[in-house]
């Protein structure tokens, strides 16, 4: 009977808390406590300049290096209440990712605003997505003039890229640590990069990501191998790569052709997203010149 009365009593410390903090909030944006629940949405809050305002952070939140000394919640999409409130926050700002959905709705019952955000891979998005951000934090006028400036170099390199007859089969790998590694297929951000930045998915006979065989692997006949830097490394570097069953019969295995990049930095679709895409475009057609493209 004890315990259950210390847990009621913080709780209830705890509610307090957040609806004083709450309250605050309403008349000086300023002041906020922001978790933030997504790598893309704490790399917006830092490029807004609000970077002090954030309490904690989830797991994907690697970006800028600060976020990595901030206190974390969790993964994205198995958040307990108990974490996130123990930071006492006023705002949480999630993609509609995170969850679970009982989690969400008890930080809304203990007095916390929850700001959900969209997170679809798509470079449309990313707009909205910083517009939404900023408005949350009181800072509109500086969140439509990043919205504008993401946009414009999209567009910039976009239209470098509009005349590309050349388009590379590519292949994503992403090694989660168990079993086979998994390939990207349609709708995922990984297909999304490679279509904006010249080149065809080699696999789309299916959505989100699978495992592969080998006799998958050789059938998609990729031209280019496309992973992270970490997916890189787990799979023995490029040696290491090259050994997995069916890759050196391809394209890609025959001439080493393998592309790596940080993978919050390719698939996060977050305020660096035209860069990745400039950058990713640089690497998978090197003959082009794509430099100063960014302040055309």
């Not at 002041?31 to 002090?52: C, D, H, P």
């Not at 409130?85 to 203990?110: C, F, K, N």
């Not at 005349?163 to 999304?192: H, K, M, N, Q, W």
């Amino acid at each position: 009977m004890q315990m259950m009365t210390l847990k009621q009593a913080l709780a209830l410390t705890l509610l307090a808390l957040c609806m004083r903090a709450g309250a605050l909030t309403a008349a000086e944006p300023s002041a906020q406590r922001i978790v933030s629940v997504g790598g893309s949405i704490t790399e917006i809050v830092y490029a807004l300049g609000a970077g002090e305002r954030l309490v904690g952070v989830d797991t994907t939140s690697l970006w800028p290096e600060a976020a990595q000394a901030l206190p974390q919640v969790g993964y994205q999409r198995n958040l307990s209440a108990e974490g996130v409130l123990s930071l006492a926050p006023t705002l949480v700002l999630a993609t509609h990712e995170a969850g679970p959905a009982d989690v969400i709705e008890q930080l809304r019952q203990a007095g916390v605003t929850v700001v959900r955000l969209p997170d679809r891979p798509e470079p449309g998005v990313i707009a909205n997505k910083v517009r939404g951000v900023a408005s949350a934090l009181g800072l509109e006028a500086a969140g439509e003039r990043l919205a504008r400036r993401i946009v414009a170099h999209q567009q910039r390199v976009t239209q470098r890229l509009a005349g590309i007859e050349a388009r590379p089969r590519v292949l994503f790998l992403l090694d989660i640590g168990r079993g086979s590694p998994l390939a990207a297929g349609r709708d995922t951000a990984a297909a999304t990069m490679i279509r904006l930045a010249g080149a065809d998915n080699a696999l789309d006979g299916f959505a989100s990501y699978k495992p592969i065989s080998a006799e998958a692997i050789v059938a998609a006949a990729p031209e280019i191998l496309l992973m992270s830097d970490a997916t890189l490394q787990q799979l023995g570097g490029v040696e290491g790569v090259l050994e997995m069953p069916g890759v050196a019969l391809t394209p890609a295995g025959r001439q080493r052709r393998i592309v790596t990049m940080n993978g919050l930095y390719l698939l996060g679709f977050g305020p660096r997203q035209p860069q990745a895409l400039q950058d990713l475009a640089t690497l998978l057609h090197p003959e082009l010149d794509l430099a100063g493209t960014a302040h055309e």
